[in-house]
């Protein structure tokens, strides 16, 4: 399984910013909950959104709710649109999944996912 982010960038304050996260793989099946993390310099990964296989389940971090929201088309394109981002929304974005059937995982750990990407940049100024 591979994963490939895209659609970091810098804006200002109150701005908006759409991700994307590709998978592929021939491993890759339609029960694949997905997820954005996030990590700024200094700071631990943490998580952001995830999203079940259907799409009918998503969680969110309290800082994000209501600002973000985590989608899917089809099993395999994952996207995060990002809304009056402030600057502590700076961080390196990771998307993330693992194999976990109709469910979602619910500590929102980063144990929980077997798959990374190689991150995506944003940053926030003021």
């Known amino acids: 399984v591979q994963l490939q982010a895209s659609g970091g960038g810098a804006v200002q304050t109150g701005g908006s910013l759409r991700l994307s996260c590709t998978a592929s793989g021939r491993s890759f099946s339609n029960y694949y909950a997905m997820a954005w993390f996030r990590q700024a310099p200094g700071e631990e990964r943490e998580f952001v959104a995830s999203?079940?296989?259907?799409?009918?389940?998503t969680s969110y971090a309290d800082s994000v709710k209501g600002r973000f929201t985590i989608s899917r088309d089809n099993a395999k394109m994952v996207y995060l649109q990002m809304n009056s981002l402030k600057p502590e929304d700076t961080a390196v974005y990771y998307c993330?999944?693992?194999?976990?059937?109709?469910?979602?995982?619910?500590?929102?750990?980063?144990?929980?996912?077997?798959?990374w990407g190689q991150g995506t940049q944003v940053t926030v100024s003021s």
């Open positions: 993330a999944a693992v194999d976990y059937g109709l469910g979602l995982p619910t500590a929102g750990s980063v144990s929980e996912y077997d798959h």
């Open positions: 999203i079940s296989s259907s799409g009918g389940s």
